[in-house]
């Protein structure tokens, strides 16, 4: 293996272990959790290129979230928003207590769903 594509692969490895310690693995987008490094894509919360001061939005720190490959690239296309309060709010960035009840409410319904579809036995 290249010693370069070793190294990405590592780097991409650590930042997820780091982001599920943390509890930081939840998609910018859809707010699902990110099961596996190669679930994980970073992402700018505000597009850097077209900004009027790239530099700084493509490195500030704050600008930063993960996301599943399919949920950034989507997003690239993607239409506004729903207006605050909600969880579509809470994932651009809004902390106000509407928005955090709301996404708290989805992520619980979210678990709820995954946990019923794992449960469910096939049918002989």
Request: charged letters at 30%.
């Amino acid at each position: 293996m290249n010693p370069g594509t070793a190294a990405n692969r590592l780097k991409k490895h650590l930042l997820f272990n780091l982001s599920k310690r943390l509890d930081i693995n939840w998609c910018y987008q859809c707010g699902a959790s990110i099961e596996s490094a190669d679930e994980m894509t970073i992402e700018h919360k505000e597009p850097w290129l077209d900004s009027k001061n790239p530099k700084h939005n493509f490195f500030n720190i704050d600008n930063i979230a993960f996301s599943h490959p399919s949920c950034n690239y989507r997003a690239a296309r993607a239409k506004k928003g729903i207006p605050c309060p909600s969880s579509t709010a809470y994932r651009k960035g809004c902390r106000c207590d509407g928005c955090k009840k709301h996404m708290a409410e989805y992520r619980k319904n979210k678990k709820a769903r995954l946990k019923g579809l794992n449960s469910k036995q096939p049918k002989s």
